[in-house]
């Protein structure tokens, strides 16, 4: 009995020393500072010739100091103590949202501008389609043969004085460069209070598979003919904190623009997947100041909103935000910020043509909580980087913003992926910030996945 | 050995894995994140705010305040193995302390037993592998085979169990479901059981046909479910006011079943089926007069059902669900009156059970700006559908109760979150249409990533007090306040 207590003891005792050295042999995986310290328009200066830059402007038609009578310069860092001496500049290039963030201690990084062009394979598929998009009546985008979208820019060659230049420059920029597939770990939510603290944290995967309108990848542009009605297949699911870990999110979106997703939840607490409705697009998403509706800036179905191009003009854009490789896994390189966590200090680069399009709800049911957004799409490259939100009493509710740190670096990370290091949404009526930060370490493009993973059988083994 | 000598030494390495462990944020890693860790320690109070528990009046109990008092540290450990297999375990350390309570006498709080429980106790302490098993996926992820004691939740239903029979319930420590948080109630007292659940996606050519996918399970021994010991709090079994010995009549057979799972358009579908016995018992009074012992025997059942959710998303912005259970052999207490002239064992009665829920996530912006609240609503009723009136006029059980031949349920129950769901309010309210009830009102609270607080009253009310049919009223002792504090890592 004795003997029998003994072995029990030393056995949970040792397994415990072994797990502590195990664990401090894990602290390795860490970039050095030479992997890490990469800007993210390396690999387009590097290897010119892996990007097509059609339609790219090498240098802008006009530089800043041009545009703002030399008021705001490359360089210069607009703080809440010299805002009020560029303040018609920096509406004019950013928009009232942006000021009266910096007004509350957002830091502005201005920068020189730098070409954002678009993986050689990508412009491939855009000239064997271009001239080929079409909207329908319905207000879907479609080859001339009636089929959807086969990939590619739809629009490449899109004019301002089109009548429906405001839907086209949004079709271009959710065609936009995105890989066939792609995977992000340790994706890192932050809730951020008035004073800046961190108030909580959700860090989560987020998978994609495109099946139609792929570009890159075998089988292409569709996956097989029984998914062509579906533009990807994505699961998202919660890595932490504990008592969400294993929530994951299934989702199918439609090619078809007057229809919402299929969503699908498994829920560890219940072990089982339930049905989501789609229906509440802007419901806070997790409880942060983003919805579902918010992501990638404006995320909804085109056929179910107003598109109407507001002007054409030159922005101070996040491109090229951030001058290395982050990483949130490793608790590493986080996210430069001022105010706390609050607000990002990030670079912002003139973009000469930036597309500012009004998006309005056809009916209240389409969207109960906002009156409209105006977003931006960055013509060229057809990124989206701006987005504010108004409620229904017209006031300034919401930015979102998309924070882009550029191509992989060809070393440690994929050339051919690009990399955003934010998604980030603020609340100007509350005072209130929900950083996203994403770990470019754990971020893969075309990573070859296939359908069966796209399934609620994953959601339950990776779910538990 | 001692089971809290093994408490305290797993806590101290416990202490060991918290200093050796890479930091993320709050799940800890090793071996280069293969191996990962994470757990909560959770104190848990359940304050008794109801007259006394009548199953306890044999034993001449006074009325007590404090029906539980658990403190309990869980791990789950996660090996990734290679990328095709892992291996996941649940282990828990947990302490009953309600027989602080001077009116409470001493009872087993943890009195489940059975082959492969992997547990050691004593009366009021338990460390057990609550789950372990091994997953694996082919490289073409079509087939996922996992192997261990785990669990199984089948079916649409929120609160209540229709389809959701393939693991029993460990009700011994904290009485019925209810009482737990309504949306993770089964999870907290389902029991992980042996078993062999093989997941196959079945290639569809057909268009809109997809994520098609048959689960089979093989369970190679029965475990019936626990119910509270005699003298706990939550003692819920009238007959032992008798002091009838109970002896249980465990099967020895396999239990088996199959679900066929897809999603066709727009509409989610499952197909099930599951061989196995009744997990919570029937009494049958035979032996009582040959030699004073009640038998709790676990007759064997066929289930066969169905599930569909659908989304309408664009009209009516809800999801619809259907349950559908259908027994051919229900089994049924016998129904004699223990002192009469007939004597019978337990009974089989063809039963369907059915279930049809809304959800309806729906901005009330007076009430939340910003997140919705989630609205559900169900529909649930219960047929006999053979000898209704035998069932319902002759069958009496020991309580002086019997089974209904039709019993209609409603619940409604709403929840939102508040500052970045922090604060997340939540109710339960369920209604017998023989007007007895049950409701719940809780709330969590998110201090922090690591520390969360839950509290939530539960009563249970009404006229009609049929504990044969399990109405809530029958459970009128039972009403508590429930505080929950847990630090999560």
């Not at chain 2, 066929?260 to 049958?284: A, C, F, P």
């Not at chain 2, 223990?338 to 729906?362: E, H, K, N, S, W």
Request: net charge negative.
């Amino acid at each position: 009995m004795m003997i029998s207590q003994c072995k029990c003891t030393l056995t949970i005792v040792g397994l415990g020393i072994i797990m502590m050295v195990a664990g401090m042999c894990g602290l390795a995986s860490a970039l050095t500072d030479e992997e890490a310290n990469i800007p993210g328009y390396y690999a387009i200066e590097t290897y010119p010739d892996n990007y097509d830059f059609t339609g790219i402007w090498k240098e802008p038609p006009q530089t800043l100091d041009q545009i703002t009578g030399g008021k705001i310069k490359d360089g210069m860092v607009i703080t809440k103590d010299n805002v009020e001496s560029v303040k018609a500049e920096l509406i004019s290039l950013a928009g009232e949202n942006v000021y009266d963030m910096v007004k509350r201690g957002m830091e502005v990084t201005v920068a020189p501008y730098k070409p954002w062009p678009v993986p050689k394979q990508f412009m491939v598929a855009t000239n064997a389609n271009r001239g080929n998009a079409v909207i329908s009546e319905d207000g879907n985008l479609r080859d001339k043969d009636g089929g959807w979208w086969k990939g590619g820019f739809p629009f490449p060659d899109l004019q301002k004085d089109d009548p429906q230049a405001g839907m086209k420059a949004w079709y271009n920029q959710i065609n936009t460069y995105d890989g066939d597939d792609f995977t992000h770990d340790w994706v890192l939510m932050q809730y951020i209070s008035s004073a800046g603290s961190v108030e909580r944290t959700v860090a989560m995967t987020w998978d994609r598979l495109f099946l139609t309108g792929r570009e890159i990848l075998d089988p292409k542009p569709t996956y097989a003919d029984k998914f062509k009605d579906i533009t990807f297949k994505e699961m998202v699911y919660v890595q932490d904190p504990m008592d969400l870990r294993g929530f994951g999110n299934l989702t199918y979106r439609y090619n078809d623009q007057n229809k919402l997703d299929d969503a699908f939840a498994y829920i560890p607490a219940m072990r089982r997947v339930r049905r989501l409705t789609s229906g509440q697009r802007f419901d806070a998403f997790v409880g942060c100041d983003a919805a579902i509706g918010d992501f990638r800036t404006l995320d909804v179905p085109m056929g179910r909103w107003n598109w109407k191009l507001v002007e054409v003009k030159p922005k101070l854009t996040t491109l090229y935000a951030c001058d290395y490789i982050t990483e949130n896994h490793n608790a590493m390189r986080l996210h430069p910020s001022t105010i706390g966590n609050k607000f990002p200090k990030m670079n912002w680069r003139i973009w000469p043509e930036v597309w500012v399009i009004e998006a309005t709800p056809k009916t209240k049911q389409d969207c109960p909580v906002y009156s409209k957004k105006i977003v931006w799409s960055l013509g060229g490259c057809w990124k989206s980087g701006m987005g504010v939100a108004f409620d229904s009493q017209g006031r300034l509710w919401k930015t979102t913003q998309n924070y882009f740190y550029g191509y992989g670096d060809g070393k440690v990370l994929d050339k051919n992926a690009h990399y955003e290091s934010d998604f980030y949404t603020y609340d100007h009526q509350i005072d209130h910030a929900s950083p996203w930060h994403i770990d470019f370490a754990h971020r893969k493009f075309n990573v070859g996945f296939k359908p069966n993973r796209f399934s609620t059988k994953y959601l339950q083994r990776y779910g538990h | 050995m001692n089971v809290r000598r093994v408490g305290v030494l797993t806590l101290i390495c416990f202490s060991f894995l918290l200093f050796g462990a890479t930091k993320s944020w709050a799940i800890l890693e090793y071996m280069d994140g293969k191996l990962t860790l994470n757990g909560f320690l959770r104190t848990q109070v359940g304050i008794h705010i109801a007259e006394s528990n009548p199953n306890l009046a044999y034993m001449g109990e006074d009325n007590h305040h404090l029906s539980m008092w658990r403190n309990w540290v869980q791990l789950e450990p996660n090996y990734q193995v290679t990328d095709n297999l892992s291996v996941y375990s649940r282990l828990t350390f947990a302490n009953e302390n309600a027989r602080m309570d001077d009116s409470i006498h001493s009872f087993e709080a943890f009195p489940k037993d059975y082959p492969g429980d992997l547990k050691m106790e004593d009366d009021n302490n338990m460390l057990e592998v609550a789950e372990i098993y091994a997953d694996y996926e082919n490289e073409a992820e079509t087939l996922w085979v996992r192997l261990g004691k785990q669990q199984v939740s089948w079916g649409q239903s929120d609160g209540l169990r229709l389809l959701d029979v393939v693991n029993p319930l460990d009700q011994s420590w904290h009485g019925v479901n209810l009482l737990e948080p309504y949306l993770e109630a089964f999870d907290n007292l389902r029991e992980s059981i042996w078993m062999a659940r093989v997941t196959a996606a079945i290639p569809s050519c057909i268009e809109d046909l997809h994520d098609v996918q048959l689960e089979m399970l093989a369970i190679p021994n029965f475990v019936p479910s626990t119910l509270p010991a005699p003298g706990s709090p939550y003692h819920l079994q009238p007959f032992t006011n008798l002091g009838l010995p109970v002896d249980e009549n465990l099967p020895e057979g396999e239990e088996w079943g199959l679900r066929l799972m897809g999603v066709y358009k727009r509409l989610e579908w499952s197909l099930n089926y599951l061989y196995h016995y009744q997990d919570e018992g029937i009494t049958d009074l035979r032996r009582v007069l040959v030699d004073g012992t009640a038998e709790l025997d676990h007759p064997r059942v066929n289930s066969y059902g169905f599930g569909l959710s659908y989304d309408d998303n664009l009209r009516t912005k809800a999801v619809y669900r259907v349950e559908f259970l259908y027994e051919p052999d229900a089994p049924y207490e016998s129904g004699q009156d223990p002192f009469g002239a007939m004597f019978g064992g337990p009974v089989d009665r063809r039963t369907v059970r059915y279930l049809i829920g809304i959800d309806r996530p729906t901005f009330v912006t007076w009430l939340n700006p910003t997140r919705t609240v989630s609205f559900g609503f169900q529909f649930i009723q219960f047929h006999v559908l053979e000898d209704r009136d035998d069932l319902e006029e002759d069958m009496i059980t020991l309580n002086g109760s019997s089974v209904k031949k039709t019993t209609t349920l409603l619940s409604f129950s709403a929840d939102t979150g508040y500052m970045q769901d922090r604060v997340k309010p939540n109710f339960l309210f369920i209604y017998d249409e023989r007007q007895s009830y049950y409701n719940q009102i809780g709330c969590e609270f998110r201090f922090t990533d690591n520390w969360i607080g839950y509290a939530a009253v539960s009563y249970f009310g009404g006229e009609d007090k049929n504990a044969a049919n399990s109405d809530p009223g029958s459970l009128y002792w039972m009403d508590e306040v429930m505080l929950r504090l847990t630090y999560q890592f």
